[in-house]
């Protein structure tokens, strides 16, 4: 068992041609995804990748031709909202946005318009999901991880990596790893992905990875409390930032005082969660 | 990105909201002309990105004319919080009844937009919700549907404005809903809203923060940015496509990655040592990125050591190795530098680094460890 994807997801990338879109795709069939369709307006009927996707002119006519269930996003900031509701519109029921720099009005319109279709997202500006050994959506390198029984869920791309490859050092796997992404609108937040690792019979442990901004760790402080029989392990990025300066994400910005690091690491702590001082003692926290 | 006062009323005009008639001085013979075409009585208040400029003497009444230039001579040449007062605002006065506040912003918790409103005008809203909560009135917006008539006027009954105002409060909101969704705003904001002797509404000052992620499509906002805001060095690196901050402590820092580059500055911190700047050098380490993160990084005299951490992943460590030291060449730093590697090919990476004398790290911790030792070593001297 994993979450949200595994052998059965059948992908559809959207800005297949694109430079990131067509190298990620290899990396994804390489991985062994089951990649069925690519869109590209106006490059429908043209094959990519020696022969092995077929690319369509609209995500209606690559999901009616292929099944395919999942879509991932890789098209330009000012498209992708639109490559969003297409894909909502054409029956996909779980998209994955990669894309960063999509303005937050934009978010606030697509989050509300997905909610009303029960479409779910993950992103944007995010790496999307890895199940080791299974599957890949996204950009999250595949060596890097193995089969496990460790939950990773963050907000971070490269922080993410750096859990994933610090569990490897120590033999330790990952059932599915996360990336909830960046920005301060979301489509899939923790609390979500808690609620979906707690269901996993796979997942023994989860790892959460947050950083300064908005107040979802301490939304999820509270429902590990609650709901959470499985143990839970932290880092919080961001101890050191500056208030009122955005520290590269759009959604990592202390803002009138609130969102700080020492606040969340507080929160988890108190809801019983270790948090780790960095990333590379994560292992040893599981461990325990 | 931040907008001026002036700026702001600029655009709440173009959208019915009242504003009082008014004009931008850069020198005090401006300033008096403003004043004399304006009947004399006018405030003269000086705009630059920061708040508290009334208490720091930058907003002043004038009575005549000539009390208008005598100010503007005097705010034109003050400093606040350390950025120059280049431009003022001279506004004709106005006989105040009452002082209301009305915003929008964004509820990150609820993804919807929120208008916010308070009798209690013309103070710190901050202060206002912080003594008395219930004399907030918070009202979320569907971003599909828009600010509805109703919703508008529920806010004015919210607030106890009496009915006489309820038509002009609801011109004043659904203005201000179209400025926010029509300019990418994540703040708009009007304190004070003000209620006249003449009974009329009209809104005293205005700030607005503009998405930056929205300004592509916004051209006309983008060429507003008052670069006297940002450090020097920001302003390069957003040319170039990275993500800098600049900090006050003594180790560099050149990562791949927001979180990350975090959790570094982080990491330096727990070692003992004090980060000197934010650093994303986003994907792709290619060496253009990597001289203009290096000059920036280093034109920060306090630098005392810079820390390299890349998690390269799909990207080659040899190839990240070649691009960090081809920009080496070019920028030819004195201060030590420390790398940590992580992805295909590292060792080998690692391998070509240490040949050019280049401090090597494994782990997070070891690369922490030896730049806070190395930034010792090299500032103590």
């Known amino acids: 068992m994993s979450i949200l994807i595994n052998k059965n997801t059948k992908l559809i990338v959207q800005g297949i041609t694109g430079n990131e879109g067509l190298f990620h795709t290899a990396q994804m069939l390489n991985y062994g995804t089951d990649v069925v369709a690519g869109v590209t307006p106006g490059k429908g009927g043209d094959w990519v990748l020696d022969g092995k996707v077929p690319v369509f002119d609209t995500v209606k006519q690559g999901v009616e031709v292929t099944g ?16 969003i509701f297409e894909a909502a519109d054409a029956g996909i029921s779980l998209v994955f946005c990669i894309t960063e720099g999509i303005p937050v009005q934009d978010m606030m319109r697509v989050r509300e318009y997905l909610d009303q279709k029960g479409v779910r997202m993950v992103g944007p500006n995010c790496p999307g999901a890895l199940t080791p050994g299974e599957t890949k959506v996204g950009i999250i390198p595949g060596n890097i991880a193995i089969p496990g029984t460790v939950g990773v869920v963050s907000r971070s791309g490269t922080l993410t990596y750096e859990v994933l490859y610090a569990l490897k050092q120590h033999n330790m796997g990952a059932s599915t790893c996360v990336g909830i992404g960046g920005d301060p609108v979301n489509g899939t937040n923790f609390i979500d992905v808690l609620g979906m690792f707690e269901a996993d019979p796979r997942t ?9 901004g908005g107040s979802d760790e301490e939304r999820a402080a509270e429902f590990i409390a609650r709901y959470m029989t499985k143990r839970v392990v932290s880092f919080i990025a961001g101890q050191t930032a500056p208030a009122g300066k955005r520290m590269g994400h759009a959604g990592a910005i202390i803002e009138g005082g609130s969102g700080t690091a020492a606040d969340k690491i507080k929160a988890l702590t108190n809801a019983g969660v270790q948090v780790a001082r960095h990333p590379e003692e994560i292992p040893a926290l599981i461990g325990e | 990105m931040n907008l001026h006062e002036y700026q702001s009323k600029q655009i709440f005009a173009r959208y019915g909201i009242p504003v009082p008639r008014g004009r931008i001085a850069v020198n005090s013979d401006e300033a008096k002309q403003i004043a004399e075409e304006l009947g004399g009585r006018v405030v003269v208040k000086s705009q630059v990105l920061v708040g508290g400029r009334g208490k720091a003497g930058g907003i002043r009444l004038a009575k005549s004319a000539d009390e208008a230039q005598e100010l503007a001579t005097r705010i034109l040449g003050m400093e606040i919080k350390g950025l120059p007062v280049r431009r003022v605002l001279v506004d004709e006065a106005v006989s105040i009844e009452k002082e209301i506040y009305l915003g929008i ?13 308070s009798a209690e005008g013309g103070v710190d809203i901050e202060e206002v919700a912080a003594r008395t909560p219930d004399r907030i009135i918070r009202l979320h917006i569907d971003p599909l549907l828009g600010l509805r008539e109703y919703q508008a006027r529920d806010v004015a009954v919210a607030i106890d404005l009496p009915k006489d105002y309820w038509r002009q409060f609801m011109t004043v909101a659904d203005g201000l809903w179209r400025v926010f969704v029509e300019n990418d705003a994540t703040l708009v904001e009007i304190n004070p809203l003000v209620i006249t002797k003449e009974k009329r509404l009209i809104a005293l000052d205005g700030k607005m923060v503009i998405d930056d992620n929205a300004l592509f499509r916004r051209p006309d906002i983008a060429e507003k940015r008052d670069l006297d805001v940002e450090a020097p060095e920001e302003i390069s690196a957003r040319k170039y496509g990275l993500s800098y901050i600049k900090l006050d402590g003594q180790i560099g820092c050149m990562v791949n990655g927001a979180g990350l580059a975090m959790a570094t500055m982080d990491i330096i911190k727990l070692y003992g040592g004090q980060p000197a700047n934010f650093l994303d050098i986003g994907g792709g380490a290619g060496s253009e990125k990597v001289t203009a993160a290096f000059r920036i990084i280093l034109s920060d005299p306090n630098v005392c050591a810079v820390l390299i951490n890349i998690f390269g992943g799909i990207t080659r460590g040899d190839e990240v190795a070649r691009g960090i030291l081809a920009a080496i060449d070019q920028v030819k730093p004195k201060v030590p530098m420390i790398v940590r590697l992580v992805g295909t090919n590292a060792e080998e990476g690692r391998r070509l680094l240490a040949d050019a004398n280049m401090i090597t790290a494994e782990t997070l911790a070891d690369a922490a460890e030896k730049s806070v030792a190395a930034a010792k070593e090299r500032c103590n001297q």
């Open chain 2, 105 to 117: 912003t964004n509820d990150r918790a609820s993804r919807k937009p929120v208008m916010i409103a």
């Open chain 1, 204 to 212: 023994n442990s989860v790892v959460l990875i947050g950083e300064i």
């Open chain 1, 68 to 83: 395919a269930n999942t879509s991932v996003i890789f098209v330009p900031a000012r498209f992708a909202p639109d490559a």
